[in-house]
T-cell receptor, first 112, second 114 residues
Framework: GENVEQHPSTLSVQEGDSAVIKCTYS??????FPWYKQELGKRPQLIID?????GEKKDQRIAVTLNKTAKHFSLHITETQPEDSAVYFC???????????FGKGTHLIIQP | EAQVTQNPRYLITVTGKKLTVTCSQN?????MSWYRQDPGLGLRQIYY???????DKGDVPEGYKVSRKEKRNFPLILESPSPNQTSLYFC?????????????FGQGTRLTVV
């Protein structure tokens, strides 16, 4: 089955700087790559997703890039703010019945 | 309001005492699934269901059961809980049989087995 590796496990950046979280996947048939944000004590919520026919997608300060050849995708957050502090999960799906396979998560800490 | 609702939010129980965590969604989603979240291990799928009366094992199904008698409900059953099932559990639902669509998560159930 699909395997998703996510790095780093913890990322600390200064407020206003950029943050990058990287994921790799194993199954070349994967075609859907969402990112979820989980604030402390809350449920994971989708913040952005990308499909395999697109190389990059942007939504205000958040962007995701996909490199199908290398089988990796990344989340980019610019001009980080305190409310960006959370755990971020990447995921991949081949569109099969077993749905999403998640990475282990990245704890993003925004230092004031 | 569209939502996935889990109950209870917190549960402390003893080893071997059967328990059920309920999950209900009001979005008419076909696909529902259960995950457990443990520190350093991320979200791991326990069971999923593509539709009523259709369920299948995820990555970590041992010690769990599920049922899908109605489209909106997908309870998670622990017949004989053990301490290694202490975890944070999330139910999720998706439209279109979960094929490349957003998963909507419940608020989570923190289970402690002593």
């Amino acid at each position: 089955g699909e395997n998703v590796e996510q790095h780093p496990s913890t990322l600390s950046v200064q407020e206003g700087d950029s943050a990058v979280i990287k994921c790799t996947y194993s199954d070349s048939a994967s075609n859907y790559f969402p990112w979820y944000k989980q604030e402390l004590g809350k449920r994971p919520q989708l913040i952005i997703d990308i499909r395999s026919n697109v190389g990059e997608k942007k939504d205000q300060r958040i962007a995701v890039t996909l490199n199908k050849t290398a089988k990796h995708f990344s989340l980019h957050i610019t001009e980080t703010q305190p409310e960006d502090s959370a755990v971020y999960f990447c995921a991949a799906s081949i569109g099969g019945a077993d749905g999403l396979t998640f990475g282990k998560g990245t704890h993003l800490i925004i230092q004031p | 309001e569209a939502q996935v609702t889990q109950n209870p939010r917190y549960l402390i129980t003893v080893t071997g005492k059967k328990l059920t965590v309920t999950c209900s969604q009001n979005m008419n989603h076909e696909y529902m699934s259960w995950y457990r979240q443990d520190p350093g291990l991320g979200l791991r799928q326990i069971y999923y269901s593509m539709n009523v009366e259709v369920t299948d094992k995820g990555d970590v199904p041992e010690g769990y059961k599920v049922s899908r008698k109605e489209k909106r409900n997908f309870p998670l059953i622990l017949e004989s809980p053990s301490p290694n099932q202490t975890s944070l559990y999330f139910c999720a639902s998706s439209p279109n049989r979960g094929l490349n669509t957003e998963a909507f998560f419940g608020q989570g159930t923190r289970l402690t087995v002593v």
